[in-house]
């Protein structure tokens, strides 16, 4: 008998339908770090148009647009340009699964990223809040936007980019511990100016501790540069031939 699906998970499903909540129109751009590093690791730019938000990202040169109203991904490889479409249920099934196996796994620390319990603390004073274990730590500064809808939307997204993660890069850890911190913040009604995640594979005093920095630009507009992508990825949508997932996955990274 197959087993039903998580809370973490079955949250990605039973989020309401465009047009039963409002929507504000946004942009975010993000830069991630590792370690200590100055320059950043990636640079995305994420723009939020009613229950459509599409995603930017330089390098590799990719767009990924998540319509929750289609219940769809829609995948653009503007180096080699093809596009490819992948259903949210088929994103949902398959975390699931991983998650299963991860649970089921002789590894603790697997097991926890399955089912991850933090413990959490907040500073009163400044709103940073932190959820912390043996295995992972996040520490999160976070902004409250001027519009109530956009936690709501930014939570949506992250849970579903999280996922669709996990199967274009097969390495991705399980998305429920960054799951559980959207949830985190958009109970608390803000967005994340600032996240650090510490991971420790083998457990709290692991020297070998894997550190990422991301900063998040929030911006109540959309620029125009950011519109004229928008602009510019419907018109690849119509023109790109469109491919199976696994021959989309198959191109060749583009030359840097």
């Known amino acids: 008998m197959r087993r039903s699906l998580t809370p973490v998970v079955l949250s990605l499903l039973s989020l309401p339908l465009a047009g039963a909540t409002l929507a504000a129109d946004f942009q975010v751009d993000n830069t991630v770090y590792a370690g200590g590093d100055e320059r950043p690791s990636v640079e995305t ?81 400044t709103g940073e809040f932190s959820l912390s274990s043996r295995w992972l730590s996040y520490q999160a500064e976070p902004i409250e936007p001027e519009s109530p809808e956009v936690p709501a939307q930014y939570q949506a997204f992250a849970d579903a980019y999280g996922q669709i993660n996990t199967i274009l890069n097969p390495r991705a850890i399980p998305p429920m511990a960054r799951m559980t911190l959207n949830a985190e913040l958009a109970a608390r009604g803000v967005i994340p100016r600032r996240i650090e995640l510490t991971l420790r594979p083998h457990g709290k005093s692991d020297a070998r501790a894997i550190r990422l920095r991301s900063e998040h630009r929030y911006s109540p507009t959309i620029s125009p540069d950011a519109h004229e992508r928008v602009a510019a990825a419907q018109r690849r949508i119509d023109s790109y031939p469109l491919v199976s997932l696994q021959q989309y996955r198959q191109a060749e990274p583009a030359e840097q």
């Open 45 to 125: 730019t994420t723009v939020f148009v009613g229950q459509v938000v599409y995603d930017f990202m330089e390098s590799p040169p990719e767009t990924i647009i998540f319509d929750r109203q289609a219940g769809q991904f829609t995948l653009i490889n503007r180096a080699h340009r093809v596009r490819s479409v992948v259903s949210l249920r088929e994103v949902v099934d398959v975390v699931h699964q991983r998650q299963r196996r991860a649970a089921e796994a002789d590894s603790a620390y697997l097991r926890f990223l399955a089912r991850p319990e933090f413990d959490r603390q907040l500073d009163p004073t």
